[in-house]
């Protein structure tokens, strides 16, 4: 194996090549400098998020094309930006490249995922780094620009809690792989498999929001887990209406636990002022992105679970823990 071959093929679906040439707007050096050099917006605040994907910890090859690990390294970074209310510009990729004859294949069908969701959401690849590892992993650097960045800090009690995607079908996605590799057997099957294989940023809708959201977080870890650091963030508890978290029926019949903890939904939650509530939900609505009330923060700490106007139970497990 080559290492410029391989850069050579991981740059290709970009439609760019090792001559450090401006690859975009505001890009001053690309590929192929030892640094990128980029040119932010006037006025406006950078904000970075680095996310990584590693193979049998975040994706199985049984499973996973080179396609969908390079969309999912990406969408999961452009899912931190628009929670933070950013619009994508640049962003950077190094790989850990185990020595073989697919090599050069794989590198390249990971760079093709990554580059269709990148032009979607008009994202420029300027730089990166190749190594030697044992395993496959995709690490991405993604830069973006907004004029007031949301944070997880913020909510005050009182403000409502807004969910915008959905929970669920990814873990349930994850679950039916597990048992019946790429044999979903129906169109809903399916799309819960796409949603772990191919989630989709809320990049739109994180734009939309602007600054209606005190703050937000995307849902990557676990509907609860990540509300929690919400709550933690602002020092602040919350009430959760479970009968307003809507559900598809697949995700619904298979058990709500894969909504409340699953993770890797890439979904959106917003705390937002009661009084800004109705224009947000236009806006979001207006954006294309399914949106639904489905509590309040509260004074005090801790998440409770209200069903049926009565106290539910917490899951034992809360979301996804790297180190537990």
């Known amino acids: 194996m080559n290492e410029l071959r391989l ?26 400098d030892d640094c990128a050099v980029v040119r932010p917006s006037t006025g406006r605040k950078l904000v970075l ?14 499973w996973f094309a080179p396609d969908d690990v390079g969309h999912k390294a990406l969408a999961a970074a452009l899912s931190d930006l628009a929670a933070a209310g ?32 990148a032009r979607r959401h008009g994202c ?41 995607g959905e929970l ?16 979903p057997g129906s169109r809903v099957r399916a799309a819960a498999i796409r949603a772990q294989l191919r989630p989709q940023p809320l990049v739109d809708a994180g734009l939309a929001a602007g600054s209606l959201a005190a703050a937000a977080v995307d ?24 009968d307003s978290i809507p559900l598809d029926p697949i995700v619904r019949a298979a058990g709500i636990e894969l909504a409340l903890s699953g993770g890797e939904d890439y979904a959106l939650l917003l705390a937002v002022r009661p009084r800004n509530v109705v224009r947000l939900l ?6 294309g992105a399914p949106a639904a009330r489905i509590g309040h923060f509260a004074t005090g700490r801790g998440i409770r679970l209200l069903e049926g106007g009565k106290l539910r139970p917490l899951p034992k497990r809360l979301g996804w823990d790297h180190f537990a």
């Open 282 to 287: 236009l806006r979001l609505r207006r954006a």
């Open 49 to 62: 998020k680095v996310d990584e994907l590693v193979e049998r910890v975040h994706f199985d090859w049984r």
């Open 7 to 32: 850069i050579d093929a991981f740059l290709a679906p970009f439609g760019l090549s090792r001559d450090a040439r401006a690859s975009g707007p505001g890009v001053l050096s690309g590929p192929g």
């Open 168 to 183: 669920g079908k990814a873990a349930l996605g994850l679950r039916l792989l597990r048992t019946a590799g790429h044999r």
């Open 219 to 242: 849902v990557s870890d676990g509907f609860l887990r990540d509300l929690g650091h919400v709550c933690a963030a602002s020092r602040c508890g919350a009430e959760v209406e479970v």
């Open 86 to 117: 950013a619009r994508p510009r640049w962003f950077l990729c190094a790989l850990g490249v185990p020595p073989g004859a697919d090599a050069l294949r794989i590198a390249g069908g990971v760079a093709r995922g990554m580059a269709a969701l």
């Open 124 to 164: 420029t690849l300027v730089g990166g780094n190749f190594t030697r590892a044992d395993a496959w992993s995709v690490s991405i650097t993604a830069l973006g620009e907004a004029d007031r960045p949301r944070g997880r800090g913020g909510a005050r009690p009182g403000d409502a809690i807004i969910l915008v």
